[in-house]
């Protein structure tokens, strides 16, 4: 079953300018996740969030957690055109001492040069 | 680096095949899991392993199996191939029993049935 929704679906902004995508899901989690894919590849690990964290940043990118509001945001700043991909997020949720993600559908985010 | 190499970037077979597509991890994880991709869909979990010969449902198992024999190799079998198994097919490992870390996928691989 689909945990998280990704919002928008598609997104087209200028370089330079900042990409912000969302994330909702339904229930409890262990961590939230962002990947990357580019098109025809798999997907790039690009920063975890604890459900403990509210918010997290890794050079460009800022992440945030709102776990009383089931939701999760993506800022990616001073866009550059190697940054258009899909972006997803992925919730973790434990499975006998294991992680098991759950993915959204996915941003599609395209850098206008 | 972690690196998840699946055997085929493209495939095409025909309706009622059996089609294996294979994984291999070169960083000692225990975890491996099998995705389907599709647009609109996402990824969906079709089937995971914690271990050498165990394996695990995922969320939609149906027309599906796999193979953990070796450690670093676990193998996706469609028994019988339908044209709605025409997808792209993600290959992901991980640490066993180690939360808040992330998966590896491999690059995928394209399957069309015909």
């Known amino acids: 079953s689909q945990q998280g929704e990704e919002d928008p679906q598609a997104l087209s902004i200028q370089e330079g300018e900042n990409a912000t995508m969302n994330c909702s899901y339904k229930t409890s989690i262990n961590n939230l996740q962002w990947y990357r894919q580019n098109s025809g590849r798999g997907l790039v690990h690009l920063i975890l969030?604890?459900?403990?964290?509210r918010e997290k940043h890794s050079g460009r990118l800022r992440v945030t957690l709102d776990t009383s509001k089931k939701s999760s945001s993506l800022l990616i700043t001073a866009s550059r055109a190697a940054d258009t991909a899909s972006y997803f997020c992925a919730t973790a949720s434990l499975n006998f001492g294991n992680e098991k993600l759950t993915f959204g559908t996915g941003t599609r985010l395209t850098i206008i040069p | 680096d972690v690196k998840v190499t699946q055997s085929s970037r493209y495939l095409v077979k025909r309706t009622g095949e059996k089609v294996f597509l294979e994984c291999v991890q070169d960083?000692?994880?225990?975890?491996m899991f099998w995705y389907r991709q599709d647009p609109g869909l996402g990824l969906r979990l079709i089937y995971f392993s914690y271990d050498v010969k165990m394996k695990e449902k995922g969320d939609i198992p149906e027309g599906y199996s796999v193979s953990r024999e070796k450690k670093e190799r676990f193998s996706l079998i469609l028994e019988s191939a339908s044209t709605n198994q025409t997808s792209m097919y993600l290959c992901a490992s991980s640490w066993e029993y180690r939360i808040n870390q992330p998966q590896h996928f491999g690059d995928g691989t394209r399957l069309s049935i015909l």
């Open positions: 969030i604890r459900s403990n964290e």
């Open positions: 960083m000692d994880h225990e975890n």
